[in-house]
């Protein structure tokens, strides 16, 4: 079965500071990884996906994500924050291209 | 607004009640898919509809669920005489038919929160 783990439920930065959440998996093959964000008053929208290939893989909004097949983790990772990256982002890995197995995300705050 | 839509955001219904929650996808999208993110959990997929097929189940409950793709109008979950454990935001997906588009490129939408009193 696949399932996935985010550690941190909750962090919070400062504007310009980096950025890093965590994201654990459990899955028996090479995995599809996603990363998804919501932020408040919208849906979820994809981030950025790993299926092959270079294991930094580069999204949307100056994320970036790396896979570390050793560690089961796709952790996601942006240099300097902005306020408006303040939502909710959930990692995903997926055996097909629809069923996907979410974390429960991790919440992020943007201090001034 | 061209995304995915679903209503009501918020629904409350008493043990016994039935529930329906809709989702319209996207314009051109022919797929759709309904996940259930119980509290504290991460989303759980429950099933993936073609207009008027149901393409896999597989995740969803074997009592009291069900969903539909009418031809025309949207997609339908419904949930029959709902229960405390029913309480759960669910949210629905849609994808374009045409080939090349990858795995997880899932459109979601602002989700429907369900309580069950």
């Known amino acids: 079965a696949q399932s996935v783990t985010q550690p941190d439920i909750h962090i919070t930065v400062s504007e310009g500071a980096s950025l890093e959440l965590r994201c654990n998996y459990s899955y028996g093959a090479t995995p599809y990884l996603f990363w998804y964000v919501q932020s408040p008053g919208q849906g979820l929208q994809l981030l950025l996906k790993?299926?092959?290939?270079?294991?930094l893989v580069q999204g949307i909004k100056g994320f970036e994500a790396e896979f570390k097949r050793s560690q089961s983790s796709f952790n996601l990772r942006k240099p300097s924050v902005h306020w408006s990256d303040a939502a909710e982002y959930f990692c995903a890995v997926g055996a097909s291209d629809y069923k996907l197995s979410f974390g429960a995300g991790t919440t992020v705050t943007v201090r001034a | 607004n061209a995304g995915v839509m679903q209503n009501p955001r918020h629904l409350v219904r008493r043990r016994g009640q039935e529930a329906r929650l809709r989702c319209s996808p996207m314009?051109?999208?022919?797929?759709v898919y309904w996940y259930r993110q119980l509290p504290e959990e991460g989303l759980k997929f429950m099933v993936y509809?073609?207009?008027?097929?149901?393409?896999?189940e597989s995740g969803m409950p074997k009592e009291r669920f069900s969903a539909e793709f009418p031809k025309e109008g949207p997609s339908i979950l419904r949930i029959q005489q709902v229960v405390r454990g029913d309480s759960a935001a669910y949210f629905c997906?849609?994808?374009?038919?045409?080939?090349?588009?990858?795995?997880?490129?899932?459109?979601f939408g602002e989700g429907s929160r369900l309580t069950v009193l």
């Open positions: 314009k051109g999208h022919s797929h």
């Open positions: 997906a849609s994808s374009p038919p045409a080939p090349g588009v990858g795995p997880g490129e899932l459109f």
């Open positions: 509809l073609q207009k008027e097929n149901i393409i896999d």
């Open positions: 790993y299926f092959s290939g270079d294991t």
